[in-house]
């Protein structure tokens, strides 16, 4: 069924009985040419792109849960491209690009919201490192804008722009970046690849790797075992406990990040702001809520939930940057498992199993990647290639020496 | 978290910082045959249980010793706090 203003129209004229489901609940099948491990945004994009672009039939979405109930539903739904490497930019700039036409590729309402990113900097060396880092956006095409204090102040008024310590300088404005309803990027994909004819098989947990002489052959399910010519693995927090299922160590520590929201509130906050001299960024959702979040607890963990230190070390970030926020009371909190990886950069890459491929490691910054992401394994699901944006995405590179280290900080997860 | 430290008794966790798994208490020889490999799999590579995890966590702001904490990462319950030490010292490390 296509969604339009029309149908919104008809359905509400015949008493909205007209609506079926997004998409099948389907049951597994003896045997698929492709399985993907995961019903996070990632495995659900792949599979869009696997039968949208690449006309991959007999594709299977398998996922242990709900669709939508691991990170993909707990980001705070913040989208930019605004990074300095060149393994990175591309990358992200192709995802930027995917994000803006994806309401029209998948005719479904996202919420792709624009109202842009300002990265706020309080110091000359910071503002150096974003005059760089907004130089690099620009020559892979993406949009950066310095912004003196005064344009920061003509812009958000409201914050706090004499700290003794800290005051704002200026920061670094990508307008292009913004915010996308995280359920329903779950929900797009997943009902646009159900259309294609991809099942998406809900609880129904991955528990083994049938792999002989080298090459996978299936997948032991708590559904059953299933058949499979290629798996691609995209589990995010748990890509540590899967591919150790095929007796493969990752680079990779599963960490807890938290995330906030506070009661709904008039219009205050029209973009998302981040703080440069503590761990912290909001921005305001369109139901009213203050969303917010900051570092990872830093600890490793499968708790999806965190402890007292950071919420503190967040609420405090937000009283010294913002300090109305302190009227503004907590709703909820919650945490999710992030696959921090060695150098802070993804993984999409073939594994030394024949027909096993890996996509993870993607730390607390996944969601906007989730379109290019899906495209770039897809990609290699497919053809067995690379992405040209997603080539320095190996597993390799930590024993190669090309690490793609945005924060300069080596191999410690918890710092990345 | 409250970390059970052996010498000074119970301590909130927020006095360390934290390293991660306690096998980088078992750093490679470099001389060795094979060191490459070792260092790789040292450096890079993690088990990153869901589970019983042993981790290192130093008391910086504390009497910065290190410490061997294991902990379940599904539940952040801690069931055995030992000093780096000990441990080191019974892996064969003192020498
Ligand atoms: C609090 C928080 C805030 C964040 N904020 C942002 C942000 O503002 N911007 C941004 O870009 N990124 C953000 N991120 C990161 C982003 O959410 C993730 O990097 C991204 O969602 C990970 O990809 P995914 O959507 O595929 O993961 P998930 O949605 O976690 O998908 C993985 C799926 O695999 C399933 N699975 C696991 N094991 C198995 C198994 N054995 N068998 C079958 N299925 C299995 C899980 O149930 C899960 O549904 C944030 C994350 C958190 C937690």
Redesign the pocket.
Known sequence: MRYSGFRILREALRGHRGWGPAWRDADPQPSYDIVI???????LATAHYLAARYGARRVAV????WIG???????????RSNYLLDGNEPFYELSMKLWEGLEQDLNYNAMVSQRGVLNLCHSDAQRDAYRLRGNAMRLHGADAELLDADAVRAMYPFLNFDDARFRIRGGLLQRRGGTVRHDAVAWGYARAADSRGVDIIQN???TGLRIEGGRIRGLDTTRGPIAAGKVGV?????SG??MAMAGLRLPIESHV???FVTEGLKPVLDGVITYGAGHFYVSQSDKGGLVF?GDIDGYNSYAQRGNLPVVEDVCEGGMALMPMIGRARLLRMW??I?DMSMDGSPIIDRTPVEGLYFNGG?C???????PASGLAFAHLLATDTPHETAAAYRLDRFRAGRMIDEKGMGATPNLH | MIIDHPLLGPRDAREFTYLGDAALIDRPDGLAAGAEDAFYDYLYLRDNPAGLHRELWYHEQGDRSWLVVTRDTRSHEITQVELARDVALALGRGA
């Open positions: 491990v995961g019903g996070g945004g990632h495995g398998l996922e242990k849960g109930g691991g990170n993909v539903g707990r980001n705070t739904t913040i989208i129904c947990a991955v995209a589990v995010a927090g748990h406990a899967v990040l938290q995330a979040g945490g999710g992030m993607w607390y910054g996944g969601f906007k990647a989730t």
